[in-house]
């Protein structure tokens, strides 16, 4: 099984910030696949980005994936305040699994 | 429109068997080119993946789970099912079922709490 193990558990920005979370697999994810989900509190995660780089409809471009093989990541140019909430990274190459996950919280 | 939509008991007692059912609106579970996923959470867990069945009635599950879980498919009714014996309070969670295509799991449903208690 792929272990993603994400960084930081909990990062305190300010509006108009830049988020920066990492996701760091056990194993190469091939394919591309990777994607990350957005969630907030009582609701279902959000796809944001799937196939490391590529934005799912909807997904406001300041939204940006990056990455290869086994260190990824998902950049926030300017937090907005919609944004603060927990970010989730997900492989699809090797049966599926989620990283636990980086709350993104405000200062 | 694609809408997805958990239904089931919201209380299960230990050792018994909890089933939930999806019901897809806005596509078909008969296309080929997705998966019907079912996922859950807890704060203990996170988000955990538990397995996925394709039309043809083919599965996938996690390996922690796969002595204790059945993934079906009703082509008919446009519903897939959940089934999960042996439940204890580890079992406890959020059930979420989704759709998983090209574009990973791009439609989820809103989620069924789920809990195991005497």
């Known amino acids: 099984e792929i272990v993603l193990t994400q960084s930081p558990g909990t990062l305190s920005l300010s509006p108009g910030e830049r988020a920066t979370l990492s996701c760091r697999a056990s194993?190469?994810?091939?394919?591309?696949?990777l994607a990350w989900f957005q969630q907030k509190p009582g609701q279902a995660p959000r796809l944001l980005i799937y196939?490391?780089?590529a934005r799912a409809s909807g997904t406001p471009d300041r939204f940006s994936g990056s990455g290869f093989g086994t260190d990824f990541t998902l950049t926030i140019s300017r937090l907005e305040p919609e944004d603060f909430a927990v970010y989730y990274c997900?492989?699809?190459?090797?049966?599926?699994?989620f990283g636990q996950g980086t709350k993104v919280e405000i200062k | 429109q694609v809408q997805l939509q958990e239904s089931g008991p919201g209380l299960v007692k230990p050792s018994e068997t909890l089933f939930l059912t999806c019901s897809v609106s806005g596509t078909s579970v008969s296309t080929g080119a997705h998966y019907w996923s079912w996922i859950r959470q807890s704060p203990e867990r996170g988000l955990e993946w538990i397995g996925h069945?394709?039309?043809?009635?083919?599965?996938e599950y996690s390996p922690s789970l796969k002595s204790r879980v059945t993934i079906s498919v009703d082509r008919s009714k446009d519903q897939f099912s959940l089934r999960l014996t042996s439940v204890t309070a580890a079992d406890s969670a959020v059930y979420f079922c989704?759709?998983?295509?090209?574009?990973?799991?791009?439609?989820w449903g809103q989620g069924r709490p789920v809990t195991v208690s005497s």
């Open positions: 194993q190469n994810v091939g394919n591309g696949a």
């Open positions: 069945v394709f039309f043809t009635g083919s599965t």
């Open positions: 989704a759709r998983d295509g090209g574009y990973s799991l791009e439609y």
């Open positions: 997900h492989q699809y190459s090797t049966s599926r699994t």
């Open positions: 196939g490391e780089t």
